[in-house]
């Protein structure tokens, strides 16, 4: 059984920073690509980055680059996302998946989802 377990949320204010953790079980975690999205109150989920199985791509929302890191511990099946200079408009519950790339964009690959983790940023 595949499960998702997001960490490191919080309340920060603008121009914080905040380290997420995903620890993921049950899945063949070391060749996934793997990514993390996010859901703001009233709007759909949005791919916010992404990283290859190696860790030696990564992928990021234009919205987010340059202040947001993915990386991955596959020794640990873990997958982090280092958010430096939060906005308001990063307020959302990350959610961390395998991550699809389409014609569309990146898409979730498991038609699963963990709880997800709380960023608040205040301005």
């Known amino acids: 059984q595949v499960r998702l377990a997001e960490s490191g949320g919080g309340l920060v204010q603008a121009g914080g920073s905040l380290r997420l953790s995903c620890a993921v079980s049950?899945?063949?975690?070391?060749?996934?690509?793997m990514g993390w999205f996010r859901q703001a109150p009233g709007k759909e989920r949005e791919f916010v980055a992404a990283i290859s199985w190696n860790g030696a791509d990564t992928y990021y929302a234009d919205s987010v680059k340059g202040r947001f890191t993915i990386s991955r511990d596959n020794a640990k099946n873990t997958v982090f996302l280092q958010m430096n200079s939060l906005k308001p408009e990063d307020t959302a519950v990350y959610y961390c998946?395998?991550?699809?790339?389409?014609?569309?964009?990146?898409?979730?690959?498991?038609?699963?989802w963990g709880k997800g983790t709380l960023v608040t940023v205040s301005s």
């Open positions: 998946n395998v991550a699809t790339r389409t014609p569309r964009g990146w898409s979730p690959g498991m038609n699963f």
């Open positions: 049950g899945h063949t975690f070391g060749s996934s690509t």
